[in-house]
């Protein structure tokens, strides 16, 4: 049997209030808030890496400066002008590390390190979603694979970016002549366009997630429903919390260490959104059948006394 195929009953529209309402409970039994912050913690812990990675990657093809000034923006389009601006004094304090061959490889060696610390979290919190762990005597092995795994999402993080400054430019450049043709619905289309770009980066994203980084063996068609759930949401609450943000000023009660608040507080909304997302898929092939199984490096644990293998075709 192919992993497209499956043995369970087909879906069904009416089927979603129920599909939602399992998801939930089996979300809120994985405990998905301490997992968002342990990821959270170790988001910030990996940003001046992933950053200067990332910024690396992108100037390859950009100038410094319009590529710091597109992060800059993103940034700040979701957490705000005190969350970007940390951010961005972060960034520079990761690029301006200067020193002795010795401490730049040792200071490389950190960031590529760091770098991989949330996505390799990220893959614990997703195996326990799926109810998998890695066979303990392969344990060494499987960290440096999976730090390398890691590594790769960073690197796709910085494609992804550059596909949507690359579209983004193009559609820019296209506003005039669309403009010309549609002068009183230019604006709403460059809106919709832009909306669209960023739910298939975060879709793609998510997917990529899903397939990749937990110790599972997943078909393509059940990663794309829940990553175009997960997708969503995030978008919903992207603008929830850009609201939220402005209006309520959470860090502010914090004082200096307001910022880092805002952007915990993101990330742990982010990773609740993906686990959700990730709690979705598996209950989604759990309940029509599609086939899930753990790599040769893993094995299914149990939960509540039932083996999630046992559910398989």
């Not at 959270?40 to 990332?54: D, R």
């Not at 799926?130 to 790769?152: A, C, M």
């Not at 506003?175 to 879709?203: H, R």
Request: with cysteine.
């Amino acid at each position: 049997m192919t992993q497209s195929e499956h043995t369970g009953k087909s879906f069904s529209l009416r089927d979603i209030p129920s599909l939602i309402k399992e998801t939930v409970i089996s979300w809120d039994k994985d405990d998905p808030w301490r997992l968002s912050a342990v990821v959270a913690y170790y988001a910030i812990l990996s940003l001046p890496g992933l950053l200067v990675i990332i910024f690396n990657m992108l100037t390859y093809f950009w100038g410094a400066d319009i590529v710091e000034g597109q992060i800059y923006d993103e940034i700040e389009a979701a957490m705000g002008t005190s969350a970007a601006k940390t951010v961005q004094s972060i960034f520079e304090g990761a690029l301006e590390a200067e020193g002795s061959l010795i401490s730049t490889l040792i200071g490389i060696g950190a960031l590529v390190f760091g770098a991989t610390a949330v996505f390799y979290h990220l893959q614990i919190s997703l195996n326990k979603v799926w109810e998998v762990k890695s066979v303990p005597k392969q344990g060494f092995l499987r960290y440096i694979i999976d730090r390398t795994r890691s590594f790769g999402f960073v690197l796709i993080i910085g494609f992804l970016l550059l596909t949507s400054f690359v579209v983004s430019i193009l559609l820019s450049a296209m506003q005039d002549y669309i403009a010309v043709w549609f002068p009183e619905l230019s604006l709403y289309l460059m809106q919709v366009a832009n909306i669209a770009i960023s739910l298939a980066v975060i879709t793609i994203l998510f997917a990529l997630i899903f397939k990749y980084l937990p110790d599972i063996i997943i078909g393509w068609r059940n990663v794309w429903i829940g990553a175009f759930i997960s997708s969503f949401l995030f978008a919903i609450g992207k603008e929830v919390l850009t609201i939220y943000f402005r209006e309520a000023s959470p860090g502010s009660v914090y004082g200096a260490a307001g910022s880092i608040i805002i952007i915990l507080l993101w990330v742990t909304y982010s990773c609740l959104i993906l686990l959700f997302g990730a709690e979705f898929t598996w209950v989604y092939s759990r309940r029509y059948g599609y086939k899930i199984q753990p790599k040769s490096h893993a094995k299914f644990i149990y939960q509540d006394g039932v083996a999630f293998k046992s559910n398989q075709p």
